[in-house]
């Protein structure tokens, strides 16, 4: 196995016997095999489109669901992949069917792979994966492009999962799935190429947004109980909303409370999902918090998306999977995009559990999504044109186990006082129970939502702008400080960058996935850096 497609990736080079996540090699080659099936997949499908066919949606939320299920934490499940697997391949062969012998003629080999032998299978793996690109720096900026339409492939799927698609943005994908094949690529061609999906990452989040905020409302400022109830729970994590809706719609009357996890927490925001009675609050941490805090749950627990840590024994049996989601030796519920998905099963177990155990009181506040911050404009801008807020700090995306991302709570807890953060994503559990304050009623952590929420953050950001009438978002008052962990964070970065954003400091490190050349370019056309100390970066930002 080589992976090296998140910011845990060993040595910051490359997980080559068994993840830093837990992904067994054979996981991670199964992995890589269901890329490079989608990636025939997508040849075919694109073929098909240029002779003017309508691609269906069940190739496009195959694309998609392939590439979520590859993403850092999502999948650990070698069966299910496998399954997967020849599920694409039965794809391929349908539209194979549609093209003649002539059109057949010259596809790469990839169209063709058909091996249902599990041994063949995992042999081959080991001869597509990611170190089968020769040149470190087309390879660089190849993952870098992979972890990007991964990202973007996870937010379309929650979109799909409402009944809302974007052709063109899965055509986009497609397409860039095949470049992603042709060996005669230059440098050049691919920055273009990590621009266009940057491009496509922010249609992707603007498909979502959509999505749910037609389906739930806007998010709205709402005070989140981060306390415990008395009835027995489950436990909802990961990021999908249709999911939580179809959960809070069957356990009401059964006496099963509903709480979120981690990226789960915005949920607690939108008006259509705070209304049920049993919905509680929040419990625990971000994701990396897990083991102890499912253990604390006592409860049920439901795993939509990443990001699962290997369960301890104590609640394996309680942990319970769905979507592109899976675990050996945990409960799968099924459902295909949009579908209804029958969760009486964990409604049964959790009666049977005792409730949460408490392991913190009181609450947090969130729900400042665009909607939100623009009924706050004219308080947000009087605020910047008095100098009561001086500075915006941008620290969204990813929370993570290594120690150095204590620097986040560090560098939060040192900020001017005059500095208001905005944020989405899990990265804000380093500081969003520290009580930082507000200015003037505008609290200082201003949290949109998830990592897909960094929309919003986009969309204030251009808000501001035209405000401020200003002709680059850079003159903003405005610094990113961003974390990464896993490829949604990529298609973010990747989003900002498309839309000008300069200087952002990207940590706890550089992606290991950037050879030197690649970083520089990087460096030197956007200023993207590293981070350094507290003390230093404080200065850097503020002086
Ligand atoms: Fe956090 Fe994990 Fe949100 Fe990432 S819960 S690192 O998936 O996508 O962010
Ligand atoms: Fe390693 Fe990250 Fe890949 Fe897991 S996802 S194998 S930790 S690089």
Known sequence: MFCYQCQETAGNKGCTVKGVCGKTADVANLQDMLVWQTKGLAILANKLRAKG???????NHMVSKNLFITITNANFDDEAIV?????TMDMKKELLSKLSDEEKQGLKDVVFYDERDAAKLLEKATKIGILSIADENIRSLKELITYGLKGMAAYVKHANNLRKDDEEVDAFIQDTLEQLLDENKTLDELVALTLKTGEFGVKGMALLDGANTSAYGHPEITKVNIGVGKNPGILISGHDL???KMLLEQTQGTGVDVYTHSEMLPANYYPELKKYPNFVGNYGGA????KDDFE?????ILMTTNCIVPP??????????????????????????????????????AKKCPAPKEIETGYIVGGFAHNQVF??????????KTGAIKKFVVMGGCDGRQKGRSYYTEFAEALPKDAVILTAGCAKYRYNKLNLGDIGGIPRVLDAGQCNDSYS???????????????DINKLPIVFNIAWYEQKAVIVLLALLYLGVKNIHLGPTLPGFLSPAVANVLVENFGIAGIGTVEDDMKLFFE
């Open 242 to 244: 249709f999911d939580m």
């Open 296 to 300: 604390n749950f006592n409860g049920v």
């Open 375 to 384: 009924a706050l404009a004219d308080k947000v801008v009087e605020a910047v």
């Open 457 to 471: 953050l986009a969309v204030i950001a251009l808000k501001l702008k035209e405000v401020f009438e200003l002709d």
């Open 287 to 290: 994701w990396y918090a897990q």
């Open 83 to 87: 399954r997967e697997i020849y599920k």
């Open 53 to 59: 066919e309508q691609i269906s949606k069940q190739v």
């Open 312 to 349: 301890k024994d104590s609640y394996k049996d309680r942990m319970y999977t769905t979507g592109a989601a899976g675990y050996p030796g945990c409960k799968h519920i099924e459902g295909e995009p949009g579908e209804h998905k029958d969760f009486s099963e964990l409604i049964e177990h």
